[in-house]
């Protein structure tokens, strides 16, 4: 990375991210339209690698209230932890949607945990797991928790995020049953998972245009 900055990559680094993000959301929202059999549109306007500090900046700015996450922690070539972020007085209306909307409230409190679990799994898994194969690459998934707290607590789960973590974020809006439900994808990856994502990116857009990767610099 040339300025050694956490954040980054070249601008075609980030066209290619972004492609792949896209392909994984595509792929996931094909997942969810199986499980609640009907459409569901998940559309991501567009993909930022920032620090932690702002991507906690961007939450407190846009969400005022307790927030709702399924996490899920990644091993492989890249490792981290992965979030699927909505604000609190949405989980229940996603809930309501990939249930079919026409149960009583006290049955979609019960469900809840369990739906958002699975919604949570769906998303995560199906864009990092295609974004994995794209890069040639595997990786290993934990299954999904549910969290509830303020930003803080979501982005500071122990272990304890190193100062120079960097968040990729991402943000959704899915359309399912006429329901517009808004949410973030937050992937928290150390400096050394970051270097390794660019070398990949890099592999990934030489297969694709056909040019030789960079060479990494040798030290005698």
Known sequence: MTSG???????????????????????????????VGEQVHLSVPNVRLIGRSEALAILHEREDRRLVAVHQTFEGDITGRALLIFPEIKSLELVRAVTGGDLPLEDIVELEQEALAETGNIVLNGCLATIANMLQRSLKMSLPEVLRGEAPMLFNLAPPP???????????????????????????????SLAALQILLQEFIARTTGESPPQADVVA
Do not use: C
């Not at 900055?5 to 339209?33: F, M, P, Q, Y």
């Open 5 to 35: 900055s956490a954040t980054d990559l070249t601008e075609l680094e980030l066209d290619a991210l972004t492609e792949l993000v896209n392909i994984g959301v595509s792929r996931a929202a094909n997942s969810l339209r199986e499980m």
């Open 162 to 192: 190193e100062a120079g973590d960097v968040v990729m974020f991402l943000y959704i809006d899915f359309a399912v049953r006429e329901r517009d439900i808004r949410g973030y994808v937050a992937l928290l990856m150390d400096l050394p």
